[in-house]
């Protein structure tokens, strides 16, 4: 009965390697969100989906591409690989907008 | 002035001690302000959080004191147990659009010794 889901939980590629993250969530929230915490753990907004639409899209390398299958997944592509983002990665969902936000376990991705 | 600073960024507390964390904001426009609790390798999870219109929010041990005036909201932890050790996030945002974000803080690292 997770709410909040993300695979893989470990990531480990190399330099210029494409790579996916996969979010599910079963809490019937509208709306979803990408987050990155880096080595410091500071905790910054990458993009936002509500209802399948992209709502928030923060200055990001566009390496980085959200898609949105359905209101239930978010997914993030990261293109081209780079040491600097190396961190771990946040899905996270909100049943009204920016409250009250549910986040999953995080995906540790090293780049190599 | 989109800014949360959090304080301190560590702090070491023994068993059945109090454990304050302090937030201070610019943004006037804030109305909403939650409290995160973070495991080593978990995500941030909800723990409490208050609106502005409140100066304190109770919930069980854990308790937000929110000072208006001053712009500042601080987490007090009454009765610290060694499970509570954790990294804690005060976050903030001005609501109530999609397009609105949760601002976090810089965190800090609470440790609980028996």
């Known amino acids: 009965d997770t709410a909040v889901s993300q695979t893989p939980k470990y990531l480990v590629t190399q330099m210029g390697n494409d790579k996916s993250i996969k979010c599910e969530q079963n809490l019937g929230h509208d709306t979803m969100y990408w987050y990155k915490q880096d080595s410091k753990k500071f905790l910054k907004i990458m993009f936002s989906?509500?209802?399948?639409?992209?709502?928030i899209n923060e200055t990001v390398p566009n390496r980085f591409s959200p898609k949105s299958p359905d209101k239930a997944h978010l997914n993030l592509h990261i293109n081209s690989l780079e040491l600097g983002d190396s961190a771990v990665y946040f899905c996270?969902?909100?049943?009204?907008?920016?409250?009250?936000?549910?986040f999953g376990p995080g995906t540790r991705l090293t780049v190599t | 002035q989109q800014q949360v600073k959090q304080s301190p960024q560590s702090l070491i507390v023994q068993k059945g001690g109090i454990s304050i964390i302090n937030c201070a904001y610019e943004?006037?426009?804030?109305?909403?302000f939650p409290w995160y609790q973070q495991f080593p390798g978990k995500g941030p999870a909800l723990l409490i959080a208050?609106?502005?219109?409140?100066s304190e929010k109770k919930e069980g041990r854990f308790t937000i004191s929110f000072n208006k005036s001053a712009k500042q909201f601080s987490l007090h932890i009454m009765d610290s147990q060694p499970g509570d050790s954790a990294t804690y996030f005060c976050a903030a945002t001005s609501g109530p659009y999609n397009t609105d974000k949760l601002i976090f803080g810089t965190g800090t690292r609470l440790q609980v010794f028996p």
């Open positions: 208050i609106r502005p219109d409140v």
């Open positions: 989906y509500n209802n399948k639409e992209l709502i």
């Open positions: 996270a969902s909100s049943p009204q907008p920016p409250y009250e936000q549910y």
């Open positions: 943004n006037t426009a804030f109305d909403y």
